[in-house]
Nanobody, 122 residues
Framework: QVQLVESGGGLVQAGGSLRLTCAASGGTFSRYCLGWFRQAPGKEREFVAS??????YFADSVKGRFTISSDNDKNTVALQMNSLKPEATAVYYCAGKLGLLPTTEVNDSDFWGQGTQGTVSS
């Protein structure tokens, strides 16, 4: 059973940065891929970014401003969010998918973390 724990959320002003980290435990880290989704108040959960062994994927709305990286020694994935906008305010969830291809769809994810709140003030 894979468990995911997010950290690093908080409050930042528009134009600022946040770095989120997802720590995975259980299972074998090399047998699944991790990514990030977010859910703003009153909206559906949406894809943000994910990382596989040889590729990364980003939502169009965050390309050029967000990066994603993994540390295979620590079993963690980090989401660096720069030039943040107020519309980025959301609960950010780490999600995992078994296999070598990362998830980009909510319904294609096999396990989830509890989420961490990120708030961007204007």
């Amino acid at each position: 059973q894979v468990q995911l724990v997010e950290s690093g959320g908080g409050l930042v002003q528009a134009g600022g940065s946040l770095r989120l980290t997802c720590a995975a435990s259980g299972g074998t880290f090399s047998r699944y891929c991790l990514g990030w989704f977010r859910q703003a108040p009153g909206k559906e959960r949406e894809f943000v970014a994910s990382i596989g062994w040889t590729s990364t994927y980003f939502a169009d709305s965050v390309k050029g401003r967000f990066t994603i990286s993994s540390d295979n020694d620590k079993n963690t994935v980090a989401l660096q969010m720069n030039s943040l906008k107020p519309e980025a305010t959301a609960v950010y969830y780490c999600a995992g998918k078994l296999g070598l291809l990362p998830t980009t769809e909510v319904n294609d994810s096999d396990f989830w973390g509890q989420g961490t709140q990120g708030t961007v003030s204007s």
